[in-house]
């Protein structure tokens, strides 16, 4: 039970809230909309930009399993630490320019959406292939997508993502 219920909360709901925030911001940055349309190719990098920018995990909770400084204060052994995850793709020594949203950024897969080392998410792979596609499908049929509200986020603090997001399909 514990891990169909993993695996639904990891290799669908994430998806699920990457493919809404896509959406958001490819309606929010038409310039990087047209740049797809003339160049769909870069599809991956966009995805991967979104997950720089708007990851659904948020964070992740790991234990120490050393002693470990960290900027100055040392973190015991054994000391629960919750990382947020999502602040790491807005690091300005990693990202110049972090908050602009840019489907050519040379290191956007540099982000840790899907975490790293022996915690790297063994989905990662599909996820990317189904947000890729999904976003792809969804700008072909409907270009003039736009959001009319922000809709309803979900009241969560490790997967972020929307309720609801009521969209115009055409212009």
Not at 65 to 76: E, H, M, N
Not at 111 to 134: D, I, N, Q
Request: glycine content about 8%; some cysteine; overall charge positive.
């Amino acid at each position: 039970m514990v891990t169909a219920m993993f695996l639904l909360a990891a290799g669908f709901e994430t998806t699920t809230h990457l493919v809404s925030a896509g959406a958001v911001t490819l309606a929010a940055h038409p310039d990087q909309a047209a740049l797809l349309d003339a160049e769909p190719e870069r599809w991956p990098d966009a995805v991967d930009e979104l997950l720089r920018r708007e990851g659904p995990v948020t964070r992740a909770a790991r234990r120490a399993v050393g002693d470990v400084a960290i900027a100055g204060t040392t973190v015991p052994a054994g000391t629960l630490v919750l990382v947020h995850v999502a602040a790491t793709g807005h690091d300005p020594a990693v990202f110049p320019d972090p908050d602009r949203f840019d489907v050519r950024r040379p290191n956007a897969r540099a982000h840790l959406a899907f975490s790293h080392g022996p915690h790297h998410c063994l989905g990662a792979g599909l996820a990317r292939l189904e947000a890729a596609t999904a976003l792809a499908a969804l700008h072909r049929r409907f270009p003039a997508l736009t959001p009319v509200g922000p809709g309803q986020r979900r009241p969560t603090v490790l997967v972020a993502g929307r309720a609801t997001l009521p969209v115009r399909l055409h212009a």
